[in-house]
């Protein structure tokens, strides 16, 4: 692995990625980071690797829609290892707005592939992240495993799936080197305030309404982004070729519970008398349309031939985020500008 392509290096999971790879001394390559910095994209986020590794790290600002582009970044930069995060993320977005998620996550995809395809003979592994969502929603029991037939429900879900098949097509009849995982709801630092543990997270700190969809007992299984992390790399190092594999936290709650353990660690780190005690802040709200009820993931697999195991308790998991936010609430302001998000777009233009 001498030049690996990380796509989408600037969102959350890839942020933290990046972030836990040069932590690991068996990691000796260099990185080329391409992101199209959409408003979930910041890559001050990796500013002070940058100046760590200045021959390891490199940025470039490119869609991966433009395949006239990418095509220029895997020569220029000779990428023998593909690691695809890039995506439109967001679940309620792709309900508002569905156009950006079937450009990005299915032609955006279909164009690396391409391009990975052209170049067989130099690469080693491409390696798709997606997510258990493709599975569709599980009753009160049951788990997702990798056999379990994908029936998505979301614009985001349907778009995943669709790059997923692709992927696997790729493997099938080009014989591309590919790896997939699907994943549980990540959560931890970095994390745009839209989704629902940072956006908890912040509006209980602000003494905000804690809108919660429908009864609040839907229920996902969250993943500390970090066993994630290293998920991937065992993946990416050793995971066979052609082969997915499901990874979860074994932390299943329902919504409502979630936000009530938030609301109680707020108030335990920041005392009760700076807003009024947080769970009085919950509301219940209209429902999410399409809202999948269940999502849980068998991980035997990943367990059994990597031997991968989640590690982050959530009451851990939970705190050491909250700590995050509330040492960095000028991470907060700022992403949360508009006037930051185009000065960051005119500082990292690139041809
Ligand atoms: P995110 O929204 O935080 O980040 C996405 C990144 O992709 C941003 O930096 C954005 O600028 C970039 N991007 C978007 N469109 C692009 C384009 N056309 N070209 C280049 N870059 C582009 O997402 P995330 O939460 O970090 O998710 C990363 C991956 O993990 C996605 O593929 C997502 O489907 C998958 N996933 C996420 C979760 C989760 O809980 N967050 C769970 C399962 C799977
Ligand atoms: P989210 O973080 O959007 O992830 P996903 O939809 O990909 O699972 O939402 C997690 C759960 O929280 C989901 O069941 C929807 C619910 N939710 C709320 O109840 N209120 C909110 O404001 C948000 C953003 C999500």
Redesign the pocket.
Known sequence: MKNLLI?????????NFIRYLFNQPDFTGRMIN?????????PENLKDIEKMFPDRYVFVQ????DPEKLAGIFDAYDIDTVC???????VDRSIVSPD?FI???II?TFNLLEIARNRKNRLRRFHH?????VYGSLGNDGYFTETTPYQPSSP?SAS?ASSDHLVRAYHTTYNLPVTLS??????GPY??PE?LIPLMILNALEGKPLPVYGDGKNVRDW?YVDD?CSAIWEILRHGKEGETYNVGGDCELENITLVETICDAIDNATGKDAVKARRELITFVKDRPGHDRRYAIDATKIKKELGWMPKTPIEKGIQSTINWYLENDNWVTRVRSGAYREWIQRQYQTE
């Open positions: 796509t989408g290096g600037c969102g959350f999971i890839g942020t391409v992101d199209r910095l959409t408003y979930a994209g910041n490119a869609d991966i829609c695809h995060f890039a995506a439109e993320s967001h950006d450009k990005t996550n955006g992240i997606s997510t258990d969502e985001y995943k699907n994943c549980s709801n990540n959560y994390q745009f989704k993943l994630h």
